[in-house]
Nanobody
Framework: QVQLVESGGGLVQAGGSLRLSCAAS????????IGWFRQALGKEREFVAA????????TYADSVKDRFTISRDNAKIMVYLQMQSLKLEDTAVYYC???????????????WGQGTQVTVSS
């Protein structure tokens, strides 16, 4: 069982930056993937970015590529999402999650945090 706690959300103006953090209660296995997802009000949850715990390989949704950066700190068991050039449409609740196995963009994630709200204002 892995518990995840997100932090770092808040209110930011369009064009600004935020860094989200995800703290894990246990070290993921080397084969695990940690992902960030978001869900805007009235919309389905969508994939944002993911990183492999062992190698640090990353993947991004097209909508955030070149603006968001996912990273991890193995020693602290933390995953980060650096968000830059934020847009109004980035407003959502952001969740981190751990995947034990499967396709890292479309597969099932097994453990989820409670989410952190990001609001981008004009």
């Amino acid at each position: 069982q892995v518990q995840l706690v997100e932090s770092g959300g808040g209110l930011v103006q369009a064009g600004g930056s935020l860094r989200l953090s995800c703290a894990a209660s246990a070290r993921p296995f080397n084969s695990n993937v940690i992902g960030w997802f978001r869900q805007a009000l009235g919309k389905e949850r969508e994939f944002v970015a993911a990183i492999t715990w062992r190698t640090g390989r990353t993947t991004y949704a097209d909508s955030v590529k070149d603006r968001f950066t996912i990273s991890r700190d193995n020693a602290k068991i933390m995953v980060y999402l650096q968000m830059q050039s934020l847009k109004l449409e980035d407003t959502a609740v952001y969740y981190c999650a751990v995947q034990l196995a499967g396709d890292w963009r479309t597969g099932t994630y097994d453990y989820w945090g409670q989410g952190t709200q990001v609001t981008v204002s004009s």
